[in-house]
């Protein structure tokens, strides 16, 4: 399976990270000596299931090494664009392939183990996309202060993953794109994706009678697809970068474990 890296976030001035990157690539902050963005790669490196790397938004001069076969595609302006074009490549490299991994370039912390894990747990099933979820107990016991978004459902609370596999046909159907492009938008908040969804959707989220199985018949259904929801056990795949307070728990954790 061929992986997509999205290493297309440029913090601006009015965000938090600015002043870290002062108007460079998020994914090449350093973190234990590397760029942040060198660690993921270093993962899809050791993963025996990733047979290619399809990176997205660095430059050539970007100071990072890949032992795969390596594949540049310019920041096409936004997440969707990013992955749409990443798909294509991909099926202009493998005209066969039928899934791809899609993962963020700010979770250093993920291992090629991490990445097995995810492709020989999804493809036990032929679903149309495979979304990747952390308890929120597992989060926090991981990353304590991480301050990471929850979804209450009625049987848990929840955070995204930044890694995950889908089908192909995902953003090569017209029908989809639409859909996709307003989840996307609103990824970072829950109840706007619900409602999105439907306002029954986020009328049962708000008074939390969701339970995940509900959830994700309800998704399945309004978006026309068969989705399965891939619950971790490492909370790695959650962590990313999105705030300073963040990077330094990354950062702090990821020099520990390089002293190790």
């Given at each position: 399976?061929?992986?997509?890296?999205?290493?297309?976030?440029?913090?601006?001035?009015?965000?938090?990270?600015?002043?870290?990157?002062?108007?460079?690539?998020?994914?090449?902050?350093?973190?234990?000596?590397?760029?942040?963005?060198?660690?993921?790669l270093?993962?899809?490196?050791?993963?025996?299931?990733?047979d290619?790397?399809?990176?997205?938004?660095?430059?050539?001069?970007?100071p990072?090494?890949?032992?795969k076969?390596?594949h540049?595609?310019?920041?096409?302006?936004?997440?969707?664009?990013?992955?749409?074009?990443?798909?294509?490549?991909?099926?202009?490299?493998?005209?066969?392939?039928?899934?791809?991994?899609t993962?963020?370039a700010?979770?250093?912390a993920?291992?090629?183990?991490?990445?097995?894990?995810?492709?020989d747990?999804?493809?036990?099933?032929?679903?149309?996309?495979?979304?990747?979820?952390?308890?929120?107990e597992?989060?926090?016991?991981r990353?304590?202060?991480?301050?990471?978004?929850?979804?209450?459902l009625?049987?848990?609370e929840?955070?995204?993953?930044?890694?995950?596999?889908?089908?192909?046909?995902?953003v090569?159907?017209?029908?989809?794109?639409?859909?996709?492009?307003?989840?996307?938008?609103?990824?970072?908040?829950?109840?706007?994706?619900?409602?999105?969804?439907?306002?029954?959707?986020?009328?049962?989220?708000?008074?939390?009678?969701?339970?995940?199985?509900?959830?994700?018949r309800?998704?399945?259904?309004?978006?026309?697809?068969?989705?399965?929801?891939?619950?971790?056990?490492?909370?790695?795949?959650?962590?990313?970068?999105?705030?300073?307070?963040?990077?330094?728990?990354?950062?702090?954790?990821?020099?520990?474990?390089?002293?190790?």
């Amino acid at each position: 399976m061929d992986a997509i890296v999205l290493a297309g976030g440029i913090p601006k001035p009015d965000e938090p990270l600015y002043r870290y990157t002062q108007g460079k690539s998020k994914a090449l902050l350093e973190i234990a000596g590397k760029p942040m963005i060198q660690w993921v790669l270093e993962a899809l490196d050791q993963a025996e299931q990733v047979d290619s790397v399809v990176l997205i938004g660095l430059s050539d001069d970007a100071p990072i090494t890949v032992v795969k076969p390596l594949h540049r595609i310019e920041n096409q302006g936004s997440m969707l664009g990013n992955i749409v074009a990443g798909v294509h490549k991909v099926l202009e490299i493998n005209p066969a392939a039928e899934y791809v991994i899609t993962v963020s370039a700010d979770i250093p912390a993920i291992t090629g183990e991490m990445v097995d894990w995810l492709v020989d747990t999804a493809m036990q099933t032929q679903d149309d996309i495979y979304y990747g979820i952390v308890r929120r107990e597992v989060m926090e016991k991981r990353y304590p202060g991480s301050n990471r978004t929850y979804t209450h459902l009625a049987d848990m609370e929840i955070c995204g993953a930044d890694m995950h596999i889908a089908h192909v046909s995902m953003v090569t159907d017209p029908e989809h794109l639409a859909m996709w492009d307003e989840l996307i938008g609103r990824r970072k908040s829950p109840l706007k994706q619900a409602a999105a969804i439907g306002f029954g959707t986020l009328f049962l989220l708000l008074i939390r009678r969701l339970t995940l199985e509900d959830t994700i018949r309800r998704v399945s259904r309004r978006l026309k697809i068969k989705g399965r929801a891939i619950l971790w056990d490492h909370a790695e795949v959650a962590m990313d970068v999105d705030k300073p307070h963040q990077y330094e728990i990354l950062r702090a954790d990821m020099e520990a474990r390089a002293a190790a």
